[in-house]
């Protein structure tokens, strides 16, 4: 890695360089190019019924909520968008082009972009965190504003850092809690992809540690919810004896996303 002209970082010679705050390519630059954002768009691996806006790709949002609601925070992205964007620069890198990825040249966009890129460089090509940040040294230090914060100032609620969520995916990948063919395969992809917007838009909820770790929202508001995609129902109609209580614990029918190990 090194920095050629223009302060673009070359990541894997000749084949991969971050563009920071370019939305356009140089005139000078040789390869193909892309925003981290709309290598977030990949229809062959999103497993949607519908054909997603490509403006709303690597933008950050919070299902069931108003963007009014959340307040200062504008990133990170969701790991479907992680795994979305893996898929996309794999794929291009695969055919044997150069790619450049740049971002929007403000700090929120460039920040998003750099933990998608992040990403790329633990799940696929095994980099540390360490490693990462003496390359990406300036956005690693960017951050996030709390969730939710409206009331403090925006420089207060700052607390999550780039190099915080390049660390919870590295974690995540050490200890199998994400599944790591999503970002090697469209198919996989997009079972992943599925089964974790269902679990979402369905029950307000995310697998922490797939099938043991489950956070959600407070049922009774979900099921109150008048998203027509929201579960109806807090508890059964029909509630099983001892015999059935017996075995694996689940949550209706909350299940993890897929492995394709």
């Known amino acids: 890695q090194r920095m050629v002209p223009g302060g673009i970082i070359e990541l894997f010679p000749g084949r991969l360089w971050w563009l920071r705050g370019h939305e356009l390519a140089p005139t000078d630059f040789q390869g193909d190019f892309s925003t981290a954002a709309l290598l977030c768009h990949n229809p062959k691996a999103d497993g949607q019924d519908k054909l997603v806006d490509r403006a709303t790709c690597g933008r950050y949002s919070v299902p069931h909520y108003p963007p009014h609601a959340w307040g200062f925070t504008s990133g ?43 990403a790329f460089l633990v799940l ?25 914060d409206r009331i403090g100032s925006l420089e207060d609620s700052q607390v999550l850092s780039v190099a915080d969520c390049w660390a919870a995916v590295e974690l995540a990948h050490r200890l199998d809690w994400f599944e790591s063919s999503a970002v090697v395969d469209d198919d996989s992809a997009r079972e992943w992809c599925r089964a974790t917007r269902t679990v979402s838009l369905t029950y307000d909820a995310a697998w922490i540690v797939p099938g043991s770790v489950l956070v959600s929202a407070d049922p009774v508001t979900t099921v109150v919810d008048p998203n027509p995609l929201t579960f109806r129902k807090v508890f059964p109609d029909h509630l099983p004896d001892d015999e059935e209580r017996a075995g694996e614990f689940r949550v209706g029918d909350v299940s993890a996303p897929p492995s394709t190990k």
Not at 136 to 147: D, I, N, P, V
């Open 76 to 118: 990170p992205l969701s790991l479907e968008q992680i795994v979305l964007f893996c898929r996309s620069l794999d794929t291009r890198l695969t055919g044997g082009v150069g790619v450049g990825v740049g971002s929007e040249a403000d700090t929120e966009d460039i920040a998003n972009a750099a933990v998608l890129l992040g």
């Open 124 to 148: 696929l090509h095994g980099w540390s965190v360490e490693r990462i940040g003496n390359i990406l040294c300036q956005e690693a230090h960017m951050k996030f504003a709390c969730s939710w």
